[in-house]
């Protein structure tokens, strides 16, 4: 584990940011907080019809907000007929 991320988990140094998760893409992101679940999104580069946002087993709203320190995964949606 690198020292940034040691001092991010202990709080020590960096100050703690949203923790972002695309496991359909393999990426992972941080960025500062606190933000509403729309801004994330835009943050992240992603459409927000195109997607879920959960944390943990919650699903949330475009409106609802994350604090710092919170991790959230965008799950994209896949429909076909």
Excluded: F, W, Y
């Amino acid at each position: 584990m690198s020292a940034m991320m040691k001092e991010q988990r202990t709080g020590k140094g960096t100050p703690e940011m949203i923790r972002v998760r695309m496991p359909q893409k393999n990426k992972e992101l941080e960025i500062p907080g606190p933000k509403r679940v729309m801004d994330i999104l835009a943050a992240a580069g992603v459409r927000p019809t195109t997607v879920l946002v959960t944390q943990g087993k919650r699903l949330l709203t475009k409106d609802q907000h994350v604090e710092d320190g919170e991790t959230v995964d965008i799950i994209s949606v896949v429909s076909g007929g």
